[in-house]
């Protein structure tokens, strides 16, 4: 072998390998740098909002841990919809996060018929932050006193039955479809702008019940307008356990939840996302923080991005079939 090729020859390997070794410590040494800027956080709901305080709050202790401020930006409309699209076109660099619901990740790629981005593809789950279980409310003169009474009136009454709900395609007149579906009664959906009205209309007896989260009723609850009959959530609240869970009523595994997480665009690095992950389960870990959640009747969450994304596949597939059964389409 011709020694001047043999030494051309070791030298391009070495640079080759030298490129790897250093594109191999590149990323993770980036990884560690971050971050060195701002992180935004898309809030796709008006400040005030659950979602809003859920951010604001994290970010008190985030600030901490990373050393730069965690910037809010509400984009809200289209039920969540526009706020998202901005989440999945952004920079993959996590600078750019999101936090997503129901709505816009699990509900709305089946009662849209097009979408500006696909939440399974675009959107990269990081960790579940909290859920939220609606409650069953019916008029305060009702007849019924639990749910099994409930779901016997409502056969009794045939299609005569209408229910409020917070809005067409919400996690509250989902829900109330699966209760439908599950017990086996007819009722008409009567959607609202929001939870006050709904609320109030079953109050004054326009409506025959609603499903919609604890701390939306409350008021009139404690005025004695509505009563409580059960919780969708898989085991009773520790705000109040004397309210009964749907599956306690014969429906065994019934679960509905309202939840939420936090989200970065697709392509974002492992190294990053599991740095935000785990920096986010050790603030949702802070007292501080699960007390003002509990104060919002939200239950925290946690864990890895594995088993978020696990959560919203089955997610999706369960409320998916609902939707489709109930030809709920939004365009």
Known sequence: M???LSRRHLSKVATTLGIFIFSALALPAAAQSWPDKPV???VPA???SSLDVIVRSLGETLKVRWGQPL???????????IGMDVVAKAAPDGYTLGIGFNGPIAFAPFMFKKMAYDPAKDLLPIVLTTSQPNVLAVPAD????NLREFVAWAKSQGNKVSYASV???????LSMELLKTTAGFEATHVPFNGSPPAALSVAQGETQAVLATEPALLALVQAGRLKLLAVTSPQRLAARPELP???EAGFPGFDALAWNGLFAPAGTSAEIVN???ADVNAAMADPTFRQTMAKQGLIVGGGSGAKFKSFIEGESRKWGAIITKAGITLD
Request: aromatic letters at 0%; proline letters at 11%.
């Open 142 to 145: 009702h007849p019924a006193n």
């Open 46 to 48: 008006p400040a005030g």
């Open 275 to 277: 740095r935000i992950n």
């Open 40 to 42: 935004r956080v898309i």
């Open 167 to 173: 809005g067409l395609g919400s996690s509250s007149h």
């Open 245 to 247: 869970i749907v599956a």
């Open 71 to 81: 910037i809010v930006d509400n984009k809200p409309g289209a039920g969540g919809n």
């Open 2 to 4: 011709n020694p001047l």
